[in-house]
């Protein structure tokens, strides 16, 4: 299984950092017996292969070779490629752009690597079906995109909206590789229009393709605003302390996260 990493945005909610906002070191990690800080990436690409995932992609912008000198060709039990996304064009332009090296018989796990959340063993319940949600309960859904249910049925996905009608977000998701490829083809003939998942998603229900969101998400912070870098400390240093992390300590997304780039990501 391929996990996803789409990391070209560029960062503007928490500059000026003289690196890629995906190696923002939050928290630490044991390594060799040593305590060393861990870039904020990490924590996806951990959950992505305790998810199963065996290989991931990173779509990185052309800027952002510090990455690839981060990471190397393996991450654990998993092997690592690159693929450029050549300027900020959205999600869906990053998500499809690993197409390049994604095979045509394999389910694809997709995360964003600046967000911190548990379980981090949550992804390992997503079924095997064409499209599957990872969702996380929030207090300002407004921030994210909500995802509307009818039981386990996506209905909707309503995209950084003001009166959303459900306070549960997707954190990550699982496509099968019929999925990936009917959403890929799905965003190409709407010429690519679609920078948000989420609107290519609704397009999809629409044309008959179905989805599940699955609410085995605690707690989800976006590490993007420096509010959300505090909140992820706290939540971490909870989780290290060996305490189940708290619904009190969910992201509570401060009104700078409005400005938003084009894709909807920063």
């Known amino acids: 299984m391929w996990g996803i990493v789409p990391a070209a945005g560029r960062g503007s909610r928490i500059q000026p950092l003289a690196f890629s906002k995906e190696l923002l070191p939050v928290g630490s990690r044991s390594d060799g017996g040593a305590e060393r800080p861990c870039a904020v990436s990490e924590y996806l690409v951990e959950r992505l292969i305790l998810g199963g995932a065996d290989k ?27 693929v ?77 909206q003001r009166d959303a009608r459900s306070n549960w977000i997707w954190g990550a998701f699982r496509m099968s590789a019929r999925g990936f490829h009917d959403l890929n083809t799905l965003w190409e003939a709407r010429d690519r229009r679609d920078e948000y998942f989420g609107t290519l998603v ?29 909140t992820a400390i706290a939540l971490l240093a909870a989780s290290r302390d060996g305490v189940e992390p708290r619904p009190t300590v969910r992201a509570t997304v401060a009104a700078e996260t409005l400005p938003r780039l084009p894709g909807g990501r920063a």
């Open 56 to 82: 991931i992609c990173f779509v990185i912008s052309p800027s952002k070779s510090d990455i690839l000198e981060y990471f190397g060709d393996r991450y654990g039990s998993a092997r690592l490629a690159y």
């Open 84 to 160: 450029v996304q050549p300027e900020a064009a959205g999600l869906c332009d990053a998500i499809f752009r690993a197409s390049t090296v994604i095979g045509e018989r394999e389910d694809v796990l997709v995360g964003l690597p600046d967000t911190v959340w548990f379980p981090k063993r949550a992804l390992a319940s997503l079924p095997d079906g064409d499209l599957s949600f990872l969702l996380f309960p929030v207090e300002h859904p407004e921030f994210f995109d909500a995802v509307v249910l009818d039981g386990d049925t996506v209905k909707e996905i309503q995209v950084k």
């Open 202 to 230: 609704n397009s999809y229900l629409a044309a008959g393709g179905t989805g599940v969101g699955i609410k085995t998400g605690e707690a989800y912070v976006d590490v993007g605003t420096i509010s959300g870098y505090r």
